[in-house]
């Protein structure tokens, strides 16, 4: 608290991001990273960026990326995306705020389900946007019907959506998208490469959708910072001037050419999201297997819930073990856990570890 803070700083209420210990190595399954390093050509390329010429970090990086838009157009190609419908920005974070800031700061209602990603309240408290929370059903899935006929000054959901893991059919997002012409839907996709359809397939036919999409989960560059949107180019348009009045250079050049070498590494992508995906299917057999309840999910998580623990005390428990999931103590999902998807090795922990937990009659609750 300081009497120099600017008026808005009083009531803003930060997001927290999932704890990122510095010791010791416990088993991290709370942040939704990918277990498995990058595409070893990123890093190469990094390398070889700083070998070759390492006085180039003397200069600006390029302030548009259009190395990383060329490639992404190029990933893409088979949704004939050009890279003047795509942005790109240091993490899908920035990317969303500059959304936020440019498309939806009208006189109605941001519309957003009650159980999403908690970055998107705490923008609209940033930038004074109002919003209206859109109960998820009882098996929490979004129901399109509840976007339709409904005044707003945009629409965001992540898909799948998150904590939860459900996705929507992409029939369902045109029927949002084509009920709200007058408004930009918005949909994050931050995990849909582990089992949904991306809806980059309908930006060509509804130039009020805009996807969001980030290195962090299946490109293993959480820590790199890199995240995109695409969409059509009057939306770019407008993304681009808001970026131009913040920050000019929001990728620095290590990251725009690490980001282009993972996106054309194909092999490593298919790989990788394979192996993460079978992973999650035998961990949610596993749980099931032990009691919880599981909602199916296309992400790299797991939304469990297990009828006769208390889900803060399993996540103690789980973290004295050496384990740390995810545990949100809000109204609705205060007895669920989000665990990600771990390598192999660590998923085997953790069935262990809650086997044990849930054995020993004195945790009983
Ligand atoms: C992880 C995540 C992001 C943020 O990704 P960054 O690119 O690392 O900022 C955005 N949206 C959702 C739903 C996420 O889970």
Known sequence: M?????????????????????DGAPIKLNTNENPYPPSPKAVAAIRAALEEDGARLARYPDPDGDRLKAAIARHYARHAITPRQVFVGNSSDEVLSVIFQALFRHEAPLLLPDITYGFYTVYCGLYGIAHAEIPLDATFAIRPEDYQGRPNGGIIFPNPNAPTGRALALADIERIARANPDSVVTVDEAYVD???????????????????QTFSKSRALAGLRVGFAVGHPDLIEGLERVKNCFNSYPLDHLAIIGASAAMDDTDWFERNRRAVMESRDSLADALIGLGFQVIPSKANFVFVHHPRRDAAKLARHLRDRGIIVRHFNRARINQHLRITIG???ECAALVDALSHILTEKENRS
Do not use: M
């Open 2 to 22: 300081s009497r120099y803070w600017s008026t808005v700083v009083y009531d803003l209420d930060p997001y927290v991001p999932g704890e990122q210990p510095r």
């Open 194 to 212: 582990f089992g949904a359809e991306t809806a980059i397939a309908l930006t060509g036919s509804h130039p009020n959708l805009l996807v969001t």
């Open 343 to 345: 390598t192999p090795g």
